[in-house]
């Protein structure tokens, strides 16, 4: 038996430690920038390229305009509708697909597949442009939820 064979069957497998630094790698490559931003967020200058000293300044302003504060709630509202209105379809079309077998089961399910790999923006164009062009329905918040 080889050494790689014996490694192996150790439990050592080959390449894992190549998975691992790339995956540290990428969680950093996506964890540093957010981390920038926070930091930052903290600056009491206006300007990027220099660091003054840690300051409040600008949650102090955020917390003064009431146009961010009130489209701050309008997201949360959006986001919460959002998500329960997702929670409840999934959660009733999940049962729906696992529990009936009718010529719609296959269908159903592919078109749920479908909308996992469509790009986001294709389907906010459409839904745009659908809403827009066929139904006439002026844009407002109940179309974005």
Known sequence: MSSAEIRYRRGVRPGVAGLWAVTGLTGLF???????VI?????SEKSLNSFGHPSLRWYSAL???????ASIRMSLEIA????VGATLIGTVLAFGLARSWTRWSKPSSTLLVATLVTPEIATAIALF?????RLNITLSIYTVM
């Open 80 to 83: 919460l509708v959002t998500a």
């Open 63 to 69: 917390l003064h305009n009431s146009a961010m504060l």
């Open 30 to 36: 996506l964890l540093v920038p957010v981390l920038v």
């Open 129 to 133: 442009l659908i809403f827009t062009t």
């Open 39 to 43: 930091v930052f967020s903290f600056n």
